[in-house]
């Protein structure tokens, strides 16, 4: 059944409450990799330039399970996706998606080329092919930044809407999409859990096996506030948060190395996404109530959400960097510099730096899809 007719302003108004939810889940994963992973994961690329291990660094309880703001960020895309492909056509939403990915990866691939040769003692041949897969959006890793594991898999996520949208049956579709993902997801982690397949492996990250359900939690959350919900929809959300405990059940076991006295406290890490997603659902329920308060900060909350993607790239090579650097100082001092300079260099980012790049990108990529246009007539011609 298709949405109740709705105004556009009311559908396209701003959901303000996403940035915050967005900064959030990248504040946990900063925290994360520098208040817990590289104090206490032998073999992580900041433990192995750190050279100690600390059993339980101070505040482990807090950040152990920072991870999991990844998964946050599954489903905030999947809202935000299912939000904007409104109205929107196929090639209008492959030059926003590309011109909101490139701009920001260059920047951090211009950052992380020169600590990763300085200060991670990568060779510089080495390091010269992982910022070419980077920049090239390549789907295997190893890559210059490590966390970009996440990005070909948002991609793939992307590629599928698009499809969506060039059917020219994308309201359809896109009911159609969430329900496949949910089962899809939930199925395969009903069998892992089974022990009918064994978790894991790259090409079901990309065939979105493994994350599905948390784009298709977003996807229903994109719906709430304008009558676009059923009853029957509850089926799917239930199917989708069962298989988010079981892949969060998972995910610990392989985040902590095999600390098993750790991972099995995996029910806190799944609590604390599940109320996050709580939020992302109240943001677009309550979307224009919270425009209306919101609206006198919106400058700020903008800025909040545009840095949270620079910050989720650079914070192992900005915040690694000062946190090897202050180690002397002692654990707390170290990582809170660290924090602060991974922030402070995002936000630079986003204020100063991207915007005159985003500029050029889109430019580029408009002349690359002109060409591309008139490249059929040349040859019809």
Request: hydrophobic share 55%.
């Amino acid at each position: 059944m298709t949405p109740s007719p709705v105004s556009s302003r009311p559908r396209k108004a701003p959901v303000y409450g996403l940035d915050a939810v967005r900064l959030l889940a990248a504040v946990l994963v900063v925290v994360y990799h520098l208040g817990f992973k590289v104090w206490a994961i032998e073999g992580s690329m900041l433990n192995t330039a750190l050279g100690t291990v600390i059993a339980y660094p101070p505040g482990w309880q807090l950040s152990w399970c920072g991870w999991v703001g990844v998964q946050v960020f599954f489903v905030v895309s999947g809202a935000v996706i299912a939000y904007s492909a409104q109205g929107v056509g196929a090639r209008s939403f492959a030059k926003r998606r590309a011109a909101r990915l490139l701009p920001a990866l260059l920047i951090a691939c211009a950052i992380a080329f020169p600590v990763a040769v300085l200060v991670f003692a990568v060779p510089p041949g080495q390091a010269v092919w992982l910022a070419l897969k980077t920049l090239t959006f390549m789907p295997w890793g190893p890559w210059i930044i490590g966390q970009f594991w996440t990005i070909p898999v948002e991609i793939c996520f992307y590629a599928v809407i698009w499809a969506m949208l060039a059917s020219g049956r994308a309201a359809r579709g896109m009911q159609a999409l969430a329900w496949g993902l949910g089962l899809a997801s939930a199925g395969y982690w009903t069998a892992v859990a089974s022990g009918l397949l064994a978790g894991g492996g790259r090409l079901t990250e990309l065939l979105l096996f493994q994350h599905g359900g948390y784009f298709a939690i977003g996807m229903l959350c994109a719906r709430l506030g304008n009558g676009g919900l059923r009853k029957r929809h509850l089926v799917l959300a239930f199917a989708c948060v069962a298989a988010a405990a079981l892949q969060v059940r998972e995910a610990a076991s392989w985040e902590m190395a095999g600390r098993a006295d750790i991972a099995g406290r995996w029910p806190l890490a799944y609590g604390i996404w599940l109320a996050i997603t709580a939020l992302v659902a109240l943001s677009f329920l309550y979307r224009n109530a919270i425009a209306v308060r919101a609206e006198r900060f919106s400058g700020a909350l903008r800025l909040a959400g545009l840095s949270t993607y620079p910050l989720y790239l650079i914070h192992i090579h900005v915040g690694g960097a000062i946190l090897l650097a202050a180690t002397p100082l002692g654990p707390v001092p170290a990582f809170l510099g660290a924090m602060a300079g991974s922030l402070l260099a995002s936000l630079a980012i986003a204020a100063w730096l991207e915007p005159p790049l985003h500029v050029v990108v889109r430019a580029a990529i408009g002349q690359v899809g002109r060409r591309a246009m008139t490249l059929p007539r040349l040859r019809a011609g």
